[in-house]
């Protein structure tokens, strides 16, 4: 069974830093994207910040410049650097992964969120 487990949120004040892990587990052969999504209270789903398996990268307008992405294939973990982060930055923030399971099968996969709440 396929899992993606996120840890690193929590409380901190405006202008500071946290930094978001996402470890995926079980059995498949290759993760493609991984990425980051947050979702405030009263609001959709959004992109925060995608990392292709070559490493490309991608952020929301929001973001760029105070969040960093990355990854360690080695490890099939993604991490998120916030830096700078800002009262409207908190959220529930949800890992996503494309896996390829098998040669044919490629599934999405979420993690369960990690709360992050920045003080003003």
């Known amino acids: 069974q396929v899992q993606l487990v996120e840890s690193g949120g929590g409380l901190v004040q405006a202008g500071g830093s946290l930094r978001l892990s996402c470890a995926a587990s079980?059995?498949?052969?290759?993760?493609?994207?991984m990425g980051w999504y947050r979702q405030a209270p009263g609001k959709q789903r959004e992109l925060v910040a995608t990392?292709?398996?070559?490493?490309?990268?991608n952020y929301a307008d929001s973001v760029k410049g105070r969040f960093t992405i990355s990854r360690d294939n080695a490890k099939n973990t993604v991490y998120l650097q916030m830096n700078s982060l800002k009262p409207e930055d908190t959220a529930v923030y949800y890992c996503?992964?494309?896996?390829?399971?098998?040669?044919?099968?490629?599934?999405?996969?979420w993690g369960q969120g990690t709360q992050v709440t920045v003080s003003s």
């Open positions: 996503n992964a494309l896996l390829r399971e098998s040669w044919a099968t490629i599934n999405n996969y």
């Open positions: 079980g059995r498949f052969k290759s993760i493609n994207n």
């Open positions: 990392i292709a398996s070559g490493g490309s990268v």
